[in-house]
């Protein structure tokens, strides 16, 4: 059976996206190692520790930047994360200094926004309804 245990996002740079994702977005610190010139950081969930862990992965290869700049150029995000309240999420990461890019929006059945994760990425937030 095939499952999702890791997923990633390209960051510019591991440290700020550590500072970004555990203190701004609230994500826990599961595993920092050594990889080659990187570390293999991963950050998970405080509400579900053992489950999917995002890897913060550094985008040093030649396509990474135009990808990740064409997206941003396009307003499109390169993940979405949930929230309870896509409403309140905005107010709490706004009140933190996170820039949004797209206020909440009701798009009938999921409320979206949009903010700039500091690290070239644009990650939307949304809760169903």
Excluded at 17 to 41: H, V
Excluded at 48 to 58: A, F, M, Q, T, Y
């Amino acid at each position: 059976m095939i499952r999702v245990a890791i997923t990633s996002v390209l960051v510019d740079d591991q440290a700020r996206a550590l500072a970004f994702y555990t203190e701004k977005l609230g994500f826990t610190k599961k595993t920092d190692e050594p990889a080659g010139g990187a570390r293999w950081l991963t950050v998970v969930s405080p509400a579900d520790p053992d489950g999917v862990e995002l890897l913060l992965e550094p985008d040093g290869h030649p396509a990474a930047g135009p990808f990740k700049s064409a997206l941003v150029a396009d307003g499109i995000p390169f993940t979405q994360f949930a929230v309870d309240d896509v409403y309140a999420e905005v107010e709490r990461l706004k009140a933190l200094g996170v820039r949004f890019t797209q206020e909440a929006v009701d798009l009938g059945p999921v409320v979206t926004a949009v903010l700039d994760d500091t690290c070239g990425n644009l990650i939307q937030i949304a809760a169903m309804k």
